[in-house]
């Protein structure tokens, strides 16, 4: 079962579309993260699914409840999602203990001392309960967020960037521990950030956005390794790319020689076609009479960048640093280009 289903859900801010037919389903105990360029609607999408977003028409399904639709508008305080933004938001009045038994004043005394006790060990502040917002340490009052969320036992936890705030070697701890934490209970969490690398070690899946829709939804590894198009490339990492024709089935013509496929290509012979190659995927060699020429290298530790013209065309050539031996490459050297052999990835020439 999905604990989350989006069913063409648009929004509109004045006659400024927001968010545009855009479909997404979560399932059971899966954390997706939400990218995209500042503006696509991340933040509206998870105001829209929290029962926070007014001008909304399409369908929002929580645990197979419908929350959302024509006629349906469940209020905020009855959809169970947990919230969790930048910025904490802790009452500064209140301590540890009160600001999580805010939302259980239905709960007796004992009851919620009960509950909080359970959260704040869960988050590792057992000791807390009566320290006030400002005096905890940033990680220390994102994990009270947490906390805090967790005490009203949501069914989906929706994260607007929870943890830009904080240094990286807090961010990617608390990171760590707070997908732990929602994998040991089976929560479904959807979480919104600009870092890709943050997405990349909280999410099971990572969708990417653009203008208001999905554009691809899939592991981190897949979106880098098989975009769906050239803007999904891009997002994910450096991109170099050749124009080719198609030779046979198993063959590309191109610039670099002829490519060979591990796969059948699917399009016809002579077919122009654009390759995407990381720039992992080429070497260089060192070849007075090559057709390359050196123009930078940048040198980043544990591997280098090395930008060539080879043809009038500029490429970035990844080489990794694995035993200390980064190729003493230097500006101006010829230079030949080499494919290294993987799945190709192919898109329509623009
Ligand atoms: N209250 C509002 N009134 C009018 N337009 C708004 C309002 N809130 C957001 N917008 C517009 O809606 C679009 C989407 O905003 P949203 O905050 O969802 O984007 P985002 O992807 O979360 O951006 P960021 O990554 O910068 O946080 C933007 O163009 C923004 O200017």
Same mark, same amino acid.
């Given at each position: ?14 006659? !400024?579309? +927001? ?5 997404? @389903? ?51 305080? @009855?959809?169970? +999602? ?12 209140? !301590? ?58 949501? @069914? ?103 490519? !060979? ?23 260089? @060699? ?34 990794? !640093? ?29």
């Amino acid at each position: 079962m999905s604990t989350l289903i989006v069913n063409k859900l648009s929004c509109f801010y004045q006659k !400024n579309q +927001v968010l545009n037919s855009l479909d997404l @389903e979560l399932a059971n105990n899966e954390i997706v993260c939400l990218l995209g360029e500042s503006g696509c609607g991340k933040t509206t999408l998870l105001r829209a699914i929290a029962g926070l977003q007014l001008d909304l028409s399409g369908e929002i399904q929580i645990n197979a409840k419908t929350v959302n639709n024509t006629g349906i508008n469940i209020p905020p305080e @009855e959809r169970k +999602v947990g919230l969790i933004f930048q910025d904490y938001a802790l009452f500064p009045h209140l !301590n540890v203990f009160d600001n999580i038994a805010f939302s259980l004043q239905k709960l007796s005394r004992s009851e919620q001392r009960k509950l909080v006790t359970e959260v704040l060990t869960l988050v590792r502040l057992k000791d807390y309960a009566d320290r006030f917002p400002h005096q905890l340490s940033g990680g220390q009052q994102q994990r009270i967020a947490i906390a805090r969320a967790l005490a009203y036992q949501p @069914e989906l936890m929706l994260l607007d960037e929870p943890f830009s705030n904080l240094d990286p070697h807090v961010r990617f701890q608390l990171i760590d521990e707070i997908r732990q934490l929602l994998k040991a209970h089976s929560m479904s969490a959807l979480f919104v950030t600009h870092s890709k690398e943050e997405g990349f070690a909280f999410a099971d899946r990572i969708a990417l956005m653009r203008s208001g829709k999905i554009v691809q939804i899939d592991t981190a590894q897949m979106l880098y390794s098989h975009p769906n198009s050239r803007y999904v490339a891009d997002f994910m990492g450096l991109s170099n790319y050749l124009r080719v024709t198609v030779k046979d089935k198993y063959s590309y013509q191109s610039d670099l020689g002829l490519l !060979n496929c591990n796969a059948i290509i699917e399009h016809p012979i002579n077919t122009p076609l654009t390759l995407l190659l990381r720039p992992e995927q080429l070497a260089v @060699e060192v070849d007075p009479v090559g057709k390359g020429t050196i123009k930078k290298v940048d040198f980043l530790g544990a591997y280098q960048h090395v930008s060539i013209v080879y043809l009038s065309k500029h490429y970035i050539v990844k080489q990794s !640093n694995h035993y200390g031996n980064c190729m003493q490459l230097k500006v101006g050297d010829k230079i030949s280009l080499i494919v290294l052999s993987h799945d190709f990835v192919a898109f329509q020439t623009e």
